[in-house]
């Protein structure tokens, strides 16, 4: 029979083991755990046939036909698995533990492999995952500071120097803003974020600071986990303060690869905050070529914002550091010479 082990079992003993997800390939976009390979029981259409036989006439009726759908593959799926686990050394897993992962853990230990099953599945790591992001407490350190000001380089270049770092707009493909979409990968689901965010959490050092940049909840259409929110609220914030001419030029070479049409319809997504006569300031600005006028009006804008929300949420500690070059290793290199815990409010 297949050994069954716990979430928790499984990422301490055997986390080095493939993890074959045998749900459909819509619940696996909807999200997975990080790493596992989806090996479909069931095509999406198939689940939904069953899934309705199920509710109209019963487990047994149910159970014959997923039989009827599966038994003429069940070949195929062997050689598959041969081919992606060599080794025969796997875990498997569904929605809850249930029947269609201990199905394919039976057939693959019948076929020589050494099988386990994720007791409670996919809904289990769920649980495990929001749980975590509220028991594992880590020493957080925010750096932000107003739009343009590097905040993302400056996290990357912590992070070349050995920092502990987690990159949340990496991670959501977007950097936040209305223009945030621009050149980015489509995002993922709000919970497949959570899977990935929780997997470089988890393997964070307590003992050391772990940077993050300052954000909304949401970023894009993704948002912060509740538990990780949270302690960002509560932990010490580094604010770069970087002169606005720089910060301009800093829009302008990272936005002004991107065409008139795409930065306009950025700037119409913040239309109704930013005003009609700045907007078509804005856009005739990029229509003349003027980028830096239109990343000037750009700042006024969301400078305004970023100083609203820090007045309405002031953290517990602000550190500000003034980087009048501009230079993000200098800027680095210093949040690594700041002495620890910050205990103290410098403004």
Known sequence: MPQ???VSAWIDRYRDLPLLDVRTPAEYTQGHIPHAINFPLFSN???AEVGTIYKQEGPQEALLRGLELVGPRMAQMVRKAQQLVPRRRVVVHCWRGGQRSGSVAWLLERAGFETYTLKGGYKAWRNYVLEGFHQ????IVLLGGRTGSGKTAVLHELARLGAQVIDLEGLAHHKGSAFGGLGQAPQPTTEQ???DLFEQWRQIDPARPVWIESESRAIGRVCIP????????????????VPFPLRVSRLVAEYGQFSPDALIAAFRKIQKRLGGQWLQAAIEAIEAGKLDQAAAIALRYYDKTYDYFLEKHPPPTLVEL?????????AARALLHFKWPLETTAR
Not at 136 to 139: F, I, S
Not at 322 to 330: I, T, Y
């Open 45 to 47: 259409e198939e689940r």
């Open 4 to 6: 069954v082990l716990t």
């Open 193 to 195: 974020f959570e899977n």
């Open 226 to 241: 509740e538990g990780l929110w949270e302690q960002m609220r509560r932990a010490p914030y580094v604010r770069l303060l």
């Open 136 to 139: 594992m407490e880590r020493p």
């Open 322 to 330: 003034p980087v009048d070059s501009g230079d993000v290793v200098e």
